[in-house]
Nanobody, 123 residues
Framework: QVQLVESGGGLVQAGDSLRLSCAVS????????MGWFRQAPGKEREFVAF????????DYADSVKGRFTISRDNAKNMMYLQMSSLKREDTAVYSC????????????????WGQGTQVTVSS
């Protein structure tokens, strides 16, 4: 099995930057697609970013494109989400996710989920 643990969330002001990390443990060698999702209070969980095992195939939600950067370091069993120019509407719990398959970018079927890290943007 695989375990995912997010870290790096916090309280920041609009316009600030923040980097989220996702640490992978367990059978990490079996993982292919990974990504980030977020869920704000009273809203459904939404897709944020996607990345292939190679580090390519990157895709972003329109709401974060140009501001967020997803990356991964398989040798260190880590994935990251660098966030800049943060807006109040970015406030949410951010979760990392992974699967043992190669599927379409916007196929949201994943095998493993972290518990999430809170990002709060004030203005």
């Amino acid at each position: 099995q695989v375990q995912l643990v997010e870290s790096g969330g916090g309280l920041v002001q609009a316009g600030d930057s923040l980097r989220l990390s996702c640490a992978v443990s367990g059978r990490s060698g079996s993982l292919y697609d990974m990504g980030w999702f977020r869920q704000a209070p009273g809203k459904e969980r939404e897709f944020v970013a996607f990345i292939r095992r190679s580090g390519g195939g990157i895709d972003y939600a329109d709401s974060v494109k140009g501001r967020f950067t997803i990356s991964r370091d398989n040798a260190k069993n880590m994935m990251y989400l660098q966030m800049s120019s943060l807006k109040r509407e970015d406030t949410a719990v951010y979760s990392c996710t992974a699967r043992t398959r190669i599927l379409s970018t916007r196929n949201y079927e994943y095998d493993y989920w972290g518990q999430g890290t809170q990002v709060t943007v004030s203005s």
